[in-house]
């Protein structure tokens, strides 16, 4: 457990969407775990409904919460 929550709000491609569920994630120093990722509205005030990503597409966003 953390001693205070996080949250982590992460992008990844357009063309590959994450529905919210369980992932598997593997780390060379954690190990593996599983996270629960869910899919967020981008920041419009800071204009992140406009990034692209580096494969062309729009980004999408993704949090994941430790607690």
Known sequence: NFPTPVLLIFSGSGNRLLAQDNYLVRHPVLGQ???????????????QHLQLHPD????????AFFS
Not at 33 to 47: E, K, L, R, T, Y
């Open 33 to 47: 775990q599983i996270w629960f990722i869910a899919p967020v509205m981008p920041d419009f005030s800071q204009g």
């Open 56 to 63: 062309g597409s729009r980004c999408m966003y993704y949090q």
